[in-house]
T-cell receptor, first 115, second 110 residues
Framework: DARVTQTPRHKVTEMGQEVTMRCQPI?????VFWYRQTMMQGLELLAY????????DSGMPKDRFSAEMPDATLATLKIQPSEPRDSAVYFC?????????????FGPGTRLTVT | RKEVEQDPGPFNVPEGATVAFNCTYS??????FFWYRQDCRKEPKLLMS???SGNEDGRFTAQLNRASQYISLLIRDSKLSDSATYLC???????????FGTGTQLKVEL
């Protein structure tokens, strides 16, 4: 049963610290998404990659967030420096992109708390 | 207008009832949509794809109404285990990415 995995599952850090979240997409999937979910904003797309190339990161605060895919089995999302308003659940999802119609499979999320 | 909009609910229904949710979208060129289910403190999980001809899976039926630009999810004979938040998803940004609605909360009660 193939699944998207994310680490860590929970992270508590102090304001100003760097946070790195990791995601392993389902083997064979060529599209990876990073989302942030809060009660107020719902599920927001931060960035996504296809075949490891960044296609859209318009939803991401550029000054502090960065997303990369160093290889096909690893995607990372970094926040530096972190702020309390970054507290949220961060989901990674992967899919097999076929044009604009594709199903996404989500990882369990990283629950981030910045104090 | 948001690209994908949903009534947040909550919809409180008795067990065994039929319940329907709608989701409106603004991009008239959109062709494929999805319904996801999200349980409390869990990740969204794909429930159904919605293509032009609609889709049925057991007690769940998804329909696409292009003329009025909405998709619907019908749940028949609702179970306590159907209690969750249901998210609709549609293509936006020229069709290159998907946007999630804010979700409709369903509570099925005894």
């Amino acid at each position: 049963d193939a699944r998207v995995t994310q680490t860590p599952r929970h992270k508590v850090t102090e304001m100003g610290q760097e946070v790195t979240m990791r995601c392993q997409p389902i083997l064979g999937h060529n599209t990876v998404f990073w989302y942030r979910q809060t009660m107020m904003q719902g599920l927001e797309l931060l960035a996504y990659f296809r075949n490891r190339a960044p296609l859209d990161d318009s939803g991401m605060p550029k000054d502090r967030f960065s997303a990369e895919m160093p290889d096909a089995t690893l995607a990372t999302l970094k926040i530096q420096p972190s702020e309390p308003r970054d507290s949220a659940v961060y989901f990674c999802a992967s899919g097999l992109g076929m044009g604009a119609s594709y199903e996404q499979y989500f990882g369990p999320g990283t629950r981030l708390t910045v104090t | 207008r948001k690209e994908v909009e949903q009534d947040p609910g909550p919809f409180n229904v008795p067990e065994g009832a039929t319940v329907a949710f709608n989701c409106t979208y603004s991009n008239s060129a959109s062709q494929s949509f999805f319904w996801y289910r999200q349980d409390c403190r869990k990740e969204p999980k794909l429930l159904m794809s919605v293509y032009s001809s609609g889709n049925e899976d057991g007690r769940f039926t998804a329909q696409l109404n292009r003329a009025s630009q909405y998709i619907s999810l019908l749940i028949r004979d609702s179970k306590l285990s159907d209690s969750a938040t249901y998210l609709c998803v549609g293509p936006t940004g020229g069709g290159n990415k998907l946007t999630f609605g804010t979700g409709t909360q369903l509570k099925v009660e005894l």
